[in-house]
């Protein structure tokens, strides 16, 4: 069964300082992608980084990064000199393969990030 | 205009109301889903079209219905609600909706509360 898992329901960092949010998926297909997005409180869902199974290197996108350890089925994000506007709850995701599960991005059940001054 | 609009971005409604939601994506994708997010529940795809076409349902009770008039437009009709469907629905797009390399752009939202 495909699955993700966010261990951490919360999260605090200090401004910043840099912070790691944890995904662990699920998945016997070989060809998968894994999401990453933030959703402040205003409710919408802001994609910040994309890492596709066969992506030899690490994902980045300015002060994100996805620290992809494709062996132990973990794809962290790793958000550097946190800011206050980081606050918000962030969202693992992933997609799988081509044909029947089209459309399925299967998500996890976040990580809430308050970023203190 | 920019990215994936949704109006209203909220809605009170008693149950035996009805209802629209409205999507517009102004990206050119071809692809566009409705998602249910509930209170500590992770978010549900209810219903993706491609190029027009419904091509998933996931087990969505037919008091939802959605329409997708063309690439651009999404609705979800809303009718005879309980008040367990008072979430924020989500409307995505992407470019198309096969294959693992797709990014989908998510707007703001409509917050629904069933009364």
């Known amino acids: 069964a495909q699955k993700i898992t966010q261990t951490q329901p919360g999260m605090f960092v200090q401004e910043k300082e840099a912070v790691t949010l944890d995904c662990t998926y699920d998945t016997s297909d070989p060809s998968y992608g894994l999401f990453w997005y933030k959703q402040p409180s205003s409710g919408e869902m802001i994609f910040l980084i994309y890492?596709?199974?066969?992506?030899?290197q690490n994902a980045t996108e300015g002060r994100y990064s996805l620290n992809f350890q494709k062996a132990r089925k973990s794809a962290n994000l790793v958000i550097s000199a946190s800011q206050l506007g980081d606050s918000a709850m962030y969202f693992c995701a992933m997609r799988v393969g081509y044909g029947g599960s089209q459309g399925n991005l299967i998500f996890g059940k976040g990580t809430k990030l308050s970023v203190k001054p | 205009e920019t990215g994936v609009t949704q109006t209203p971005r909220h809605l009170v409604m008693g149950m035996t109301n009805k209802k629209s939601l409205k999507c517009e994506q102004h990206?050119?994708?071809?692809?566009m889903y409705w998602y249910k997010q509930s209170a500590k529940k992770p978010l549900e795809l209810m219903f993706v079209?491609?190029?027009?076409?419904?091509?998933e349902n996931n087990s969505v009770p037919s008091r939802f219905s959605p329409e997708c008039p063309n690439s651009s437009h999404l609705f979800l009709h809303l009718h005879t609600l309980q008040p367990e469907d008072s979430a924020l629905y989500l409307c995505?797009?992407?470019?198309?909706?096969?294959?693992?390399?797709?990014?989908?752009?998510f707007g703001p939202g409509t917050r629904l509360l069933v009364l």
């Open positions: 995505a797009s992407s470019q198309d909706s096969g294959g693992a390399l797709e990014t989908q752009y």
């Open positions: 990206l050119g994708h071809n692809a």
């Open positions: 079209y491609n190029f027009k076409e419904q091509t």
């Open positions: 890492q596709g199974s066969y992506d030899q």
